[in-house]
C-alpha cells in the first residue's frame, strides 16, 4: 500500500511539473525538426544568435528586444517596455507552449517576412538560454 | 483476505484523488469565461501598447481593427479565433467579427476627430520625441492610460 501512495502522491506533486518549460519547448522544436532531416544536429546557440540579429527587412530581433536578451526591450513603434526574454532574466519566459507559437508566428512575419523552421525556433530558444545575467 | 480489499478500498482513494488533481489542472486550459475576457484583452493588446478602453472607437472601427490583425500598423498581431473573440466581446463588438474588412484603411484612435481637438496644443515634434515616439504611446503623458484614465489634470508632458 505505501509504495502505492508513494507513487500517487509522486503523481500529485509531479503534476505541476508537467507544464511547459524552455529546455521542453526547445526540444520539441528539435524534434520536429528531426522529423523532416534525418542530418539535423540539434539546436545551435550559434545560429540562434545569427538569427536574433538578422534583418532581413525593417526590424531584427534586437531592434525591439535589443543586443542583450537579459535586458528589457522597447516597441519599436509604440514605445512600450518589453520585459527580458532570456529566461535567466525573466521566469516567466517560455513557460506557454500556444503564448510560445503565437509570438514566433508574429515576430518571425515581422522580421523576416515568414514564418520561422521549428530548427530555427529550437536556435533561438538555445541562444536565449545561454544568455545569463552575469555576462 | 479482508485486509487485501481494504488496500485496494485505499488505493482506489488515492488514484481518485489523484485523478482529481489532474481533471483540475486540464480544466485550467478550456477557453476564458466572460469575467476572464477583461484580462484577455489586457494582456492581449496591453502587451506591444496601452489597452487603449472600447470608448476611444466606435465598435465598427474596432471590428474592422479585429478583422484585420494580422497587419495591424505594420505588425501582425493575429490572434487565434477564441482569444480574438474574448477581445471582440470586450471591445463590445460581440462575438461575431468578420474575417474580412470592408474598410480600405485601418481606423487609428489618433485620426479622431475628439483626439485631435483634445492634443491640438501638442506639436508634431512632440509626438515623435525620444520620451513619447508616438499617439500611441499614451502612457508617456498619461500616467494613468492603463487604467483607462486620461484626466486632463494628471497630464505629465516628458521634456
Given at each position: 500500500m505505501?509504495?502505492k501512495?508513494?507513487?500517487?502522491a509522486?503523481?500529485l506533486l ?6 511547459d518549460t524552455?529546455?521542453?519547448l526547445m526540444?520539441?522544436?528539435a ?6 532531416s534525418t542530418s ?5 546557440v550559434?545560429t540562434g544568435?545569427?538569427l536574433f540579429?538578422?534583418q532581413?527587412?525593417?526590424w531584427?530581433?534586437a531592434t525591439?528586444?535589443t543586443?542583450q536578451?537579459t535586458?528589457?526591450g522597447?516597441h ?8 527580458p526574454?532570456?529566461p535567466a532574466?525573466n ?10 507559437e ?7 512575419n515581422d522580421?523576416?517576412?515568414r514564418p520561422c523552421t521549428?530548427a530555427e525556433?529550437a536556435d ?7 544568455a545569463?545575467?552575469?555576462t | 483476505?479482508r485486509?487485501?480489499?481494504?488496500i485496494r478500498r485505499i488505493?482506489l482513494i488515492?488514484?481518485s484523488?489523484a485523478?482529481?488533481?489532474l ?6 486550459a478550456?477557453?476564458?469565461?466572460p469575467?476572464a ?14 489597452a487603449?478602453p472600447?470608448?476611444l472607437?466606435?465598435?465598427?472601427d474596432w471590428?474592422a481593427?479585429l478583422a ?14 477564441t482569444t480574438?473573440a474574448?477581445?471582440a ?8 467579427v468578420a474575417?474580412?474588412s470592408t474598410?480600405k484603411?485601418v481606423?487609428?484612435?489618433?485620426q ?11 506639436s ?6 525620444p ?6 504611446n499614451?502612457?508617456?503623458c498619461?500616467?494613468g492610460?492603463d487604467?483607462?484614465q486620461?484626466d ?8
Amino acid at each position: 500500500m505505501f509504495k502505492k501512495a508513494l507513487i500517487a502522491a509522486t503523481v500529485l506533486l509531479a503534476a505541476p511539473a508537467l507544464a511547459d518549460t524552455p529546455e521542453s519547448l526547445m526540444q520539441g522544436y528539435a524534434e520536429q525538426a528531426r522529423t523532416t532531416s534525418t542530418s539535423y544536429a540539434g539546436p545551435s546557440v550559434a545560429t540562434g544568435q545569427r538569427l536574433f540579429h538578422q534583418q532581413p527587412r525593417d526590424w531584427s530581433c534586437a531592434t525591439c528586444h535589443t543586443d542583450q536578451p537579459t535586458a528589457s526591450g522597447r516597441h519599436a513603434v509604440t514605445g512600450k517596455v518589453i520585459a527580458p526574454l532570456a529566461p535567466a532574466a525573466n521566469a516567466e519566459r517560455f513557460r506557454d507552449a500556444a503564448k510560445v507559437e503565437k509570438w514566433f508566428k508574429r515576430n518571425c512575419n515581422d522580421t523576416l517576412g515568414r514564418p520561422c523552421t521549428p530548427a530555427e525556433k529550437a536556435d533561438v530558444i538555445a541562444f536565449l538560454l545561454a544568455a545569463t545575467t552575469g555576462t | 483476505m479482508r485486509m487485501f480489499s481494504g488496500i485496494r478500498r485505499i488505493d482506489l482513494i488515492v488514484w481518485s484523488l489523484a485523478a482529481l488533481f489532474l481533471a483540475h489542472a486540464a480544466m485550467a486550459a478550456v477557453p476564458p469565461t466572460p469575467s476572464a475576457t477583461a484580462t484577455v484583452y489586457a494582456e492581449e493588446c496591453g502587451a506591444c501598447h496601452t489597452a487603449y478602453p472600447a470608448r476611444l472607437l466606435p465598435p465598427a472601427d474596432w471590428a474592422a481593427v479585429l478583422a484585420t490583425l494580422d497587419r495591424h500598423f505594420g505588425v501582425d498581431a493575429s490572434l487565434d479565433a477564441t482569444t480574438r473573440a474574448a477581445v471582440a466581446s470586450q471591445l463590445g463588438v460581440g462575438t461575431s467579427v468578420a474575417s474580412t474588412s470592408t474598410t480600405k484603411t485601418v481606423p487609428r484612435i489618433t485620426q479622431q476627430g475628439w483626439f485631435r481637438e483634445e492634443h491640438d496644443e501638442i506639436s508634431a515634434q512632440l509626438f515623435r520625441s525620444p520620451a513619447v515616439r508616438s499617439g500611441a504611446n499614451c502612457g508617456a503623458c498619461h500616467a494613468g492610460a492603463d487604467r483607462g484614465q486620461f484626466d486632463e489634470h494628471s497630464v505629465r508632458i516628458p521634456r
